[in-house]
C-alpha cells in the first residue's frame, strides 16, 4: 500500500512562516509528481503548488513570492515553505502525489489526509 502524511500544519499570526512536509511511504517505483492542494472552509479544494521529479515547479498565482516548494527525491519527501502568511491563508493542506507502484503500471494519483494550517490576524 501507498501512504503520504502530512506534518507541520498549525497556528501561526499574520505575516509569520509554516513549512510542511509530506512523506510518500510503500510500495512505490517512482513519484512523477507531487503537490500541495488546499481547501479553505465553504470553497473547494485548489492547487497551491506542484514539482516534479525532474525539479519543474508550477504555482497558483496567489501564493507566488509566498511559497516555496521543494522536493527530497531520495526520501520521496515534499515540502512546503510557507512565509507572509495570511488569514485568507487558512485552510486543510493536502499533499498529492502522482505515481507508479511498479514499473509496469500505470500513475495513480493519492492525496494525503491533510493538515490545518490556521492563521490568526
Known amino acids: 500500500q501507498v501512504q503520504l502524511v502530512e506534518s507541520g500544519g498549525g497556528l501561526v499570526q499574520a505575516g509569520g512562516s509554516l513549512r510542511l512536509s509530506c512523506a510518500a511511504s510503500g510500495s512505490i517505483f517512482s513519484i512523477n509528481t507531487m503537490g500541495w492542494y488546499r481547501q479553505a472552509p465553504g470553497k473547494q479544494r485548489e492547487l497551491v503548488a506542484t514539482?516534479?521529479?525532474?525539479?519543474?515547479?508550477n504555482y497558483a498565482d496567489s501564493v507566488k513570492g509566498r511559497f516555496t516548494i521543494s522536493r527530497d527525491n531520495a526520501n520521496n519527501t515534499v515540502y512546503l515553505q510557507m512565509n507572509s502568511l495570511k488569514p485568507e491563508h487558512t485552510a486543510v493542506y493536502y499533499c498529492?502525489?502522482?505515481?507508479?507502484?511498479?514499473?509496469?503500471?500505470?500513475?495513480?494519483?493519492?492525496w494525503g489526509r491533510g493538515t490545518q494550517v490556521t492563521v490568526s490576524s
Open positions: 498529492n502525489a502522482h505515481l507508479r507502484r511498479g514499473y509496469w503500471s500505470s500513475v495513480t494519483s493519492y
Open positions: 514539482i516534479s521529479s525532474g525539479g519543474s515547479i
